[in-house]
């Protein structure tokens, strides 16, 4: 294939490719864009330069813009919003005013924009469902509470959550048709992904396992070992050179982390399991307000989410959960669901069993919660030929997402009486 083919075959992949994909990315940009230009233009809790972090729900917006954040978590991070806060600048004449807060939110709109029509893609594409279908899924998964605040907001998650989306799309256009992921995939995709987050790094290699013969041919498994050991080899090279080269140091403070973020609490775990690991990235809960300072004298409030207090939206969780465990059983024999589920399993054995931010999981939804669409997506096509599931099916989905809409809506309300009061 020549380079020109290539680059063609990139731009479809990563861009809307047809009218319909760039008519929903365009609604998406539109409705995302309203939602953070008004925010940006009226609200300073996009980034102050007074506020470092946890002004919302315990993003680091100002300390993720400015530094990366924490570099063993984040090691490549302070590359990507260099470029960022610099193109920012550009806009805003090197002020960190309005202009400047503006440009940070466009550019998470983008991101999430494009990630939903990935996701678009991946049920037109790889399950082959038709837009009756599709269209639903994407304005369910949409109206998510995590698309909803990365839509405005300038942290890793955001681009994380574009980029394993298209990582997963075009892992499983590969798979589909027993292609192999390329050396030069595996490299860039883990620069991107793991460099973002370094746990993540991991899922770049998920679905070279199911590649097509791999544990059937010793010459295909030897392949697969050093395109994922060069992978590795040129992550850990950049970020050793980010790190000076004190790997030990590295150890150390991740230890420290883990210890910080891993206290338990008084809230019985399966309660944080499922209103913020589970339902926080998906079902906004009543927000609780707090004070914060910046360890220099600056006070503010600053918002977090509470666990639910209604029963419908434990159901709410409850049935989008079994949907999602319908779907695994109902396609185990699917590598393409295997390479989602197993996905979605490092996230629970990081924030359900070593309980690492579990307290705060209701963030990081950009690293896991596009499973539960792509999978409830691969039941519906599991009984695209019995009518009468398909009818419940589509009874639950409008269900669901007729109380998303209407509990979001009304956080979100919330949200803003919260904006009106503390930070204009």
Known sequence: M??????????????????????????????????GSYIAINYRIIFDDRIPWDAYFSFDNRAIVMTGGGYERHPLANYYFGWLREFAYLFSGGKKDEVFRLVLASCSNAAISLGLIQVYKYFKNIIQLPKKISVPLVVFFAFFSTNILLSFTPETYTYTLFFLVLFNYYAALKLKHDGKISALSLVFSGLAIGGLTVTNIVKTYIPVLFEKDIFRSWRNFWKATVRICLAVTVFLLLFLYRVDFKFLGFINKSGEQLEKFSKPKVIPLWDMVTSWFLGGNMLFSGFELRDYHNRKGFEYKALFMEVYDSWVSYLFVFVIMLLVLWSYLRNFRNRLVQVLMISFLVDVIIHCVLK????????????????????????????????????????????????????????MTEFFTFLNLYYQ
């Open 2 to 35: 020549s380079f020109k083919n290539k680059l063609t075959d990139f731009f479809r992949t990563v861009f809307p490719s047809t009218k319909f994909e760039l008519l929903l990315f365009f609604i998406f940009i539109i409705a995302y864009g309203v939602l």
């Open 356 to 411: 690492f931010g579990l307290h705060t999981s209701y963030i990081y939804g950009g690293h896991f919660i596009f499973v539960v669409p792509l999978l409830i997506g691969w039941l519906f096509h599991t009984y695209r030929n019995s009518p009468r599931l398909l009818s419940v099916l589509y009874t639950t989905l409008f269900v669901l997402l007729a109380f998303l809409v209407a509990n979001n809506i009304f956080r």
